[in-house]
């Protein structure tokens, strides 16, 4: 019995030496992040300088990438076109337009306590460089260099780029992920109207709306012309991690045709996961064809199941999604009215399709990210 808690009392220990290892290496981390982004507004700012005053032009730029490279051949990251990104790094976010944005959306409160507070006792910087280091805002340590180098290349507007900062951070995306949600229009399945979700979803799950897509695109998929909902599960477990990715991060795939004794009848649910944020069960039922307005009542029944038979005492109610080819927002909208179960439709794209980016305020997905931080 002593043995017992003797090993029982080691595990606690080594887990608080664990939490420690963990702290300090996100905070070296955090630091080496840090550094790198306050050398790229630094740069961004030199060089933005001497473009504006005529004193430097594009063939100078180059110049001094050939001289860097000279001196110093193991820099990387200081070709002519990286050092425009710094500029443009530097003069997206040193513009008022972007400081009146993260005054009106406090965007100040997603911001850790810097690393730079710690690095103030190890580094000695000239007054003039740390002064201009500190104009940085801190908010853009939220994520990489390269990733902000994708964002300010593809995006335009100051809203798109907060958002794919805040998405970035949230669910820890690297450049190639993020360039995917970029590609895909993320910001504009989240933050449009949700005209697909229904009154029981967003009565029970209020803080869910800005985390569930209204198009998932499954181009990867490699479907043929025609297919059934068979090929359509199949080619989405061959690339479940892709699939994933579009869903959101916080989707773990937890059972495929999950079958549901109901009486003498046997049901099966084409795709189930759990939801980490939620905290629940979320049912995917997959249509090759066009929403109808039956098809909600077998999802309904899918959860009522769920809830009954499967879910734990711990776990939230279950959520159901209907990912269909097409949907006629009208009937979606008929059909979503008056739904007392958490619902939603989904439609899924096999192409990536260009369309017109939604441009709105990020109030909505900006309180979402501070709730979850409570």
């Known amino acids: 019995m002593e043995t017992n808690n003797t090993n029982n009392m080691e595990a606690q220990e080594f887990q608080q030496v664990l939490g420690i290892i963990s702290q300090h290496r996100l905070r070296a981390l955090q630091a080496v992040n840090s550094e790198i982004l306050f050398t790229a507004w630094s740069v961004g700012a030199f060089v933005s300088a001497r473009l504006k005053n005529s004193a430097w ?8 990438s050939e001289y860097l490279r000279a001196q110093d051949p193991t820099l990387r990251g ?9 500029v443009s790094f530097y003069e997206a976010y040193s513009s008022a337009q ?16 810097s690393a730079r507070q710690l690095e103030n006792t190890l ?11 500190e104009s940085m805002p801190e908010f853009l340590g939220l994520t990489t260099i390269t990733n902000h180098f994708e964002i300010l290349n593809a995006c335009k507007t100051i809203e798109e780029r907060i958002f794919y900062i805040l998405y970035s951070y949230k669910e820890k995306l690297n450049k190639m992920e993020l360039r995917r949600c970029i590609k895909n229009h993320t910001f504009a399945s989240l933050m449009g109207t949700k005209h697909n979700i229904s009154k029981g979803l967003k009565e029970i799950y209020p803080q869910s709306v800005p985390m569930l897509k209204d198009t998932i695109f499954v181009d990867f ?16 477990l061959a690339n479940l991690k892709d699939f ?15 079958p549901l004794q109901v009486g003498n009848s046997t049901f099966k649910v084409d795709l189930v996961f759990y939801h980490r944020g939620l905290q629940c069960l979320v049912a995917v039922e ?7 307005p039956e098809h909600t009542g077998q999802l309904e029944f899918y959860l009522e199941a769920l809830d009954r038979d499967v879910r734990r005492s711990n776990e939230n109610p279950s959520i159901g999604i209907l990912l269909c080819r097409e949907a006629d927002r009208s009937v979606v909208e008929y059909a979503m009215s008056r739904s007392l179960s958490p619902t939603m439709i989904a439609e899924y794209e096999r192409q990536l399709i260009p369309k017109e980016v939604l441009q709105r305020s990020l109030d909505e997905f900006c309180s979402f990210l501070t709730d979850t931080k409570k």
Do not use: C, W
């Not at 032009?57 to 001094?64: A, D, I």
């Not at 200081?78 to 710094?86: A, F």
């Not at 580094?123 to 280091?133: F, G, H």
């Not at 997959?286 to 109808?292: N, S």
């Open 286 to 292: 997959l249509k090759t064809g066009k929403f109808k």
């Open 244 to 258: 994933v990715l579009e869903l959101g991060k916080d989707f773990l795939h937890y059972a495929t045709e999950l």
């Open 57 to 64: 032009g594009s063939k100078t730029v180059m110049q001094l």
């Open 221 to 236: 998929l490699g479907l043929p012309q025609k297919y059934s909902e068979k090929r359509l599960r199949k080619s989405i």
């Open 98 to 113: 972007f400081a009146e944005y993260k005054e009106n959306l406090k965007l100040d409160r997603f911001v850790q306590p």
């Open 78 to 86: 200081y070709s002519r076109p990286s050092i425009y990104n710094m």
């Open 123 to 133: 580094t000695i910087i000239s007054p003039p460089a740390r002064q201009l280091e």
